[in-house]
């Protein structure tokens, strides 16, 4: 069960059965998995996977490798080949890892396939026609040595809280506080590239209106907390994002190396690796199977288990509603 490279007949929910949909955190796939990484939720996931089999629920385990996003080109520039050439070759070092280790994946796919790219632009068109999305202009920093739009993690500088002030917080969030950030909010930022101090300029983009779903958000997240299905971090993270205030999340990025935006006006921009990445969910079972949507539109006869770090947290809960919120899935893709 635990060799990648096994296909068997796809397993699809059965009327009357209990069906458990299980999930792991997708691991980023510019560097080799260390044991914190398997310990953390590949490992826990196929405990519970096993368990499930063993007691004759209908269960299958996706995971798979996040491929797209500032990362992957970091790192492709840092080996001098493509980003391409870097999934390809980290993608066989994670699948040969958890081989070694037995993991019981029903699949272990990768965002770079086309399915993602099918998935993840049915999604967006979906949500542009329930008008969910906007458009706004956003102040970017840009490098005029690389000549190019820093995405978030092509830069560093200081946390700007003043109880944090880290002086090495990446573009989108500060690893030290935890705080989310946007890369004109640091104090004193750098290049990654160069190590040049970037200016700012404008962009448009596109923007995630997330305060349009926060009604049916917080009735979800309520049900979930008095059911006791969420664990306590994910409860506590995510009531703290909501008391905050829920705002809009840019979802697009002056990047090649993604998913392309389907709109004539953001043709050359792709998707930010946050919205994409957690669509790999979807994605990697509609590789496994053709009839994907029996187990991601059937939410009164699929059950969702995530396992992931407390990082990914408010990715799952908060910014991408239609994968935390099961009851707006059918709605939207």
């Known amino acids: 069960m635990g060799d990648l490279h096994v296909k068997k007949s796809p397993i699809l929910p059965i009327p009357g059965r209990r069906n458990i949909m299980i999930t792991s955190a997708l691991p980023y796939v510019n560097n080799v998995p260390h044991l914190g990484n398997i310990i953390g939720c590949v490992l826990s996931a196929d405990v519970f996977a096993r368990y499930c089999r063993l007691r004759g629920y209908n269960a299958i385990y996706m995971c798979g490798t996040d491929e797209y996003g500032t990362a992957t080109e970091t790192k492709a520039m840092e080996e001098g080949c493509t980003p391409k050439e870097i999934c390809d070759k980290y993608h066989a070092i994670h699948k040969d890892v958890y081989n070694w280790f037995n993991i019981s994946f029903d699949e272990f796919g990768r965002t770079s396939s086309p399915q993602q790219t099918e998935v993840c632009q049915a999604i967006f068109k979906k949500l542009m026609e329930n008008n969910w999305l906007s458009e706004n202009t956003m102040q970017q920093l840009y490098c005029k040595t690389c000549k190019r739009f820093l995405s978030d993690r092509l830069v560093e500088g200081t946390c700007p809280r003043p109880t944090c002030n880290y002086d090495s917080a990446r573009g ?34 596109l923007f995630l209106e997330l305060p349009l779903l926060k009604d049916k958000l917080e009735e979800y997240i309520n049900n979930m907390s008095v059911a006791g299905s969420w664990s306590q971090n994910a409860i506590q993270t995510t009531n703290a994002w909501l008391k905050e205030g829920l705002r809009s999340r840019c ?57 992931m770090g407390k990082d990914n947290v408010p990715f799952h809960t908060v910014s991408v509603p239609h994968l935390s919120v099961p009851v707006l899935m059918t709605a939207i893709i």
């Open 251 to 307: 979802i697009t990025r002056d990047l090649k190396w993604g998913v392309p935006v389907p709109h004539e006006k953001y043709k050359d921009k792709v998707f930010y690796v946050w919205f994409d990445a957690p669509i790999g969910y979807v994605s990697i079972t509609s590789c496994y199977t053709s009839d994907w949507e029996k187990w991601w539109k059937n939410p009164e006869n699929v059950e969702l288990y995530q396992f």
């Open 172 to 205: 989108d969030q500060c690893e030290k506080c935890g705080n989310l950030l946007n890369p004109t909010e640091l104090q004193d930022p750098k290049c990654k590239v160069c190590r040049n101090t970037p200016e700012i300029r404008d962009t448009d983009h």
